[in-house]
């Protein structure tokens, strides 16, 4: 059984930085593309970033691009957001998701989530 | 880049039917998408991948209740006899080749 277990979230400052992490366990990690999806307080789902099973490519919205970075360890199966500069509006639960397949494919797989405050 | 337009609310009786639509953006009609269920206060669930000829997989132990079809630049998904616990928002999500996106949700209540 799939099973993905975020950490890391919490309250930071506006300008702030924290590091998420995703625990896979379960499935052959690097055979899968992985992604982080994020959703306000009482809002939708928006999806902040995603990352090739070999990590070698990664993709970002624009609304994080620049600020937020992931990445991947395969040894560890473990899967990365480092977020920077963050703002009010980073406020959300963070899901770590699991794609379908190696790259460019939907999302099959949840985790719970972890909530990532950002005020002062 | 794709975009997918979702109503935002539908209900229904319980024991009875629901059909749900997601329109694909004009020059994506014949992108696949997902579905997902998001019950109250719980992480989204994945229910199926929706090709567009109308061939679905659904997820893990995902109830036979649930199946999609496709016409044009629509995706359906149809809970069939209609339980409680069916009640929860309802997410498509479609993808090209370096970004997702997703609907808005359409939220089903059960009568």
């Known amino acids: 059984e799939v099973q993905l277990l975020e950490s890391g979230g919490g309250f930071v400052q506006p300008g702030g930085s924290l590091r998420l992490s995703c625990a896979a366990s379960?499935?052959?990690?690097?055979?899968?593309?992985m992604n982080w999806v994020r959703q306000a307080p009482g809002k939708g789902l928006e999806w902040v970033s995603s990352i090739t099973g070999s990590g070698i490519s990664t993709y970002f919205a624009d609304s994080v691009k620049g600020r937020f970075t992931i990445s991947r360890d395969n040894s560890k199966n473990t899967l990365y957001l480092q977020m920077n500069s963050l703002r009010a509006e980073d406020t959300a639960v963070y899901y770590c998701?699991?794609?379908?397949?190696?790259?460019?494919?939907?999302?099959?797989?949840w985790g719970q989530g972890t909530l990532v405050t950002v005020s002062s | 880049q794709p975009v997918v337009t979702q109503s935002s609310s539908a209900s229904a009786s319980l024991g009875s039917s629901v059909k749900l639509t997601c329109t694909l953006s004009?020059?994506?009609?014949?992108?696949?998408i997902a579905w997902h269920q998001q019950q109250p206060g719980k992480a989204p669930r994945f229910l199926m991948k929706?090709?567009?000829?109308?061939?679905?997989n659904k997820g893990s132990g995902v109830p036979d209740r649930f199946s999609g079809s496709s016409s044009g630049a629509d995706r359906y998904l149809t809970i069939s006899n209609l339980q409680s616990e069916d009640e929860a928002d309802y997410y498509c999500e479609t993808w090209d080749s370096n970004s997702w996106v997703f609907g808005g949700g359409t939220k089903v209540t059960v009568l």
């Open positions: 004009s020059g994506h009609r014949t992108y696949s």
């Open positions: 929706l090709e567009d000829s109308g061939t679905y």
């Open positions: 379960g499935l052959t990690f690097s055979s899968y593309a």
């Open positions: 998701a699991k794609g379908s397949a190696y790259s460019g494919s939907c999302i099959d797989y």
